[in-house]
């Protein structure tokens, strides 16, 4: 934090912290915060980890205020809560009540917090339907619509694909009203996937099936359409009568079909086909039919009857994420594995002992964080270090088959990448069998994508750093003369309407998604532009109105303040350091009011 601090200019935002390692460290870096005039977001989380009800967030709030303003000391319009935007719509009936628990967060922070700001990452909200941008931004503007009339102050989302309100089909915007203030339960949800289906084109599904339809398919065709659609009227019936009539034994069922049906699932998950509610409809699917087979795998006494094995989860050691882990952990006992979750913030010493204790057959780690990437290397090298034999699973939003390849598999070689929950089962499965084509499969990707990385560094043909040091600039010209002013300089209150024909128009554009193309990309020339042309010639307009307005004494909206500084300057070897030569001095007031 400190050394981004060092390197901002103006007033920056610590983007965040929170009470998950307690008050102390909490009051450390707030104190950083303050020392350089800092704002800071604070997360809704503390030392049991992610609040995710309404009570856990006010609770979590009111303590960091607390903190903040009697002990750090700092101002109450500095400080930003983050009270967590969580999925809705999941298919998990816990998950019902995260869109009502945010909303009335804010709106109890602005008027039992005074001074306190409100910020939130509005995506999270709608990830259940991953895939679908029409109900997405739908979801999007509809929840911001309620947060922001309580008091939300910002947020974090794509401007340009948030519909209006007027705009939004009258259905979908009642589904999603219904959704977010959690009215009719997991029931809403079943409607919101009829109309994915409808707005992607393939038609509304029909809500019963007849029995006369259904029966006249194939029987693998119905085991596969039943979890695929997440089916469970015929699942028991349907598994019996292929137990009944194949040699097969029933763990051959749930190994066979059963699991070929979930990775159809994974692969249309993947490709955003298919959304989360979904996958989890599936997973109780299979669930069911696992359940039917259970006790027939037990009477006859197979190798593996009763649990397929044992998974030991954990969101890694300074992460608190744990959705994805959830499901994860549903998925996987919905297809008969032992799930030990061992929730957040998990360090790896308690990890790798619960795994020996419960003599786990796999272990599986997830984090959002970027410094969770380096906490998995660590697991990773601890479990070479104590000659472990556990297939190690990689999961979270920040990993990837990159970085797992190139980072974490040299440190340990029975890693395994899990991009999404609904590929566990089949990666699962895998391992328990020591399916040696797969585990070489896998190395042999590892491979591939390790020489790939190596073959992309060469390609950056960087200058040795001698070399650069060869070519350093040598002033052969006659000594520049001195600045009329050395130091620090303060304008205090400048004159607008002296600086807004130094603006460079581009970062403008670029924020607002506006490119056009060659020769039309820059400011004017973009104005010419076929297709953004005619919105950037539209919001550059809208920009000098309020310019024009901020610049007017009269209507004036914010104030300029500039604080530059020309130092001397000395080199020592390879360091440069400038010295302020002059005392601080400061520019003719041309404060006028306002």
């Known amino acids: ?10 007033k920056s935002i610590v983007n965040s912290i929170s009470l998950k390692e307690g008050e102390e460290e909490f009051l450390q870096k707030a104190a950083t915060v303050k020392r350089y005039g800092a704002a800071v977001v604070i997360m809704a989380f503390d030392e049991q980890g992610q609040a995710d009800s309404f009570e856990r967030k006010i609770g979590i709030c009111q303590r960091s205020y607390d903190l903040l303003v009697d002990k750090a000391g700092i101002d ?27 909303i009335q967060t804010v709106e109890w922070i602005k008027k039992n917090l005074p001074g306190a700001l409100v910020s939130g990452g509005l995506s999270n ?27 939300l102050d910002m947020g974090i989302v794509h401007a340009g694909n948030l519909p209006l309100l007027k705009d939004i ?20 949800t079943e ?54 009539s194949t040699d097969i034994e029933p763990i051959e069922i749930i190994e066979g079909p059963l699991l070929d049906a979930m990775g ?111 906490e998995m290397v660590n697991i990773a ?24 390849a190139v980072k974490i598999w040299p440190a340990y070689d029975l890693v395994i990448y899990v991009p999404d929950a609904s590929r566990a089962v089949n990666v699962a499965t895998s391992l328990i069998n020591k399916d040696a084509k797969y585990l070489q499969g896998v190395r042999t990707l590892y491979e591939k994508v390790q020489q790939d990385h190596t073959k992309t560094m060469q390609r950056k043909e960087i200058t040795p750093l001698p070399e650069c040091r060869e070519k350093k600039f040598v002033c052969t010209s006659p000594t520049p003369p001195p600045p009329n002013q050395l130091g620090v300089q303060v304008f205090n209150n400048y004159d607008l309407r002296e600086v807004v024909d130094l603006i460079d128009w581009k970062p403008f554009f670029d924020v607002w998604q506006l490119r056009g193309r060659y020769p039309n990309r820059s400011y004017p ?38 604080v530059p500084g020309l130092l001397g300057g000395r080199r020592r070897g390879n360091r440069a350091r400038g010295r302020q030569t002059e005392h601080l001095s400061h520019a003719p007031s041309t404060d006028k009011g306002g």
């Not at 400190?2 to 390197?7: P, R, T, V, W, Y």
């Not at 915007?173 to 009215?183: A, F, P, Y």
């Not at 109309?195 to 596969?224: F, H, M, Q």
């Open 1 to 10: 934090i400190e050394a981004g601090l060092k390197c901002t200019q103006g």
């Open 76 to 102: 109450p319009t500095d400080i930003i809560f983050d009270p967590n935007v969580l999925t809705i719509g999941t298919g998990l009936s816990e998950h019902n009540n995260y869109g009502k628990d945010f």
């Open 125 to 151: 909200v709608s990830f259940a339907f991953r895939g679908n941008k029409i109900i997405r931004e739908a979801i999007h503007s509809v929840f911001l619509y309620y947060a922001t009339n309580v008091g």
């Open 169 to 188: 089909d009258p259905l979908l915007k009642q589904l999603c009203d219904d959704l977010i203030w959690n009215r009719n339960g997991t029931e809403v």
């Open 191 to 244: 409607q919101m996937l009829l109309y994915a289906e409808k707005v992607k084109g393939k038609g509304v599904k029909k809500a019963n099936t007849s029995d006369n339809d259904w029966n006249a398919k194939p029987l693998s065709a119905r085991l596969s359409d039943a979890i695929v659609n997440g089916i469970d009227k015929y699942i028991v019936a349907d598994v019996e009568e292929y137990r009944v």
């Open 264 to 374: 159809i699932v994974g692969d249309l998950f993947g490709s955003g086909k298919m959304f989360l509610p979904q996958v989890i409809k599936s997973a109780r699917v299979m669930k069911k039919a696992v359940a039917h087979l259970t006790p027939f795998i037990e009477a006859s006494k197979v190798e593996g009857s009763g649990n397929k094995g044992t998974v030991v989860l954990a969101t890694v050691k300074g992460d608190v994420h744990d959705i994805g882990k959830n499901i994860v952990g549903v998925v996987l006992g919905c297809n008969n594995y032992r799930v030990i979750d061992l929730g957040v913030m998990c360090p790896m010493e308690k990890i790798l002992a619960t795994a020996l204790k419960e003599k786990a057959d796999i272990i599986g780690v997830s984090g959002l964080i970027t410094p969770s990437l380096r």
């Open 381 to 404: 090298n601890e479990m070479t270090k104590r000659g472990l034999t556990t297939p190690l699973l990689i999961g979270g939003a920040t990993t990837s088959r990159k970085h797992t």
């Open 525 to 562: 020339k973009i104005f010419d532009d076929k297709t953004v042309g005619f919105e950037a010639k539209k919001l550059f307009d809208e920009a000098q109105t309020m310019l024009s307005d901020s610049c007017d004494v009269t209507t004036r909206l914010c104030c300029y303040w500039a």
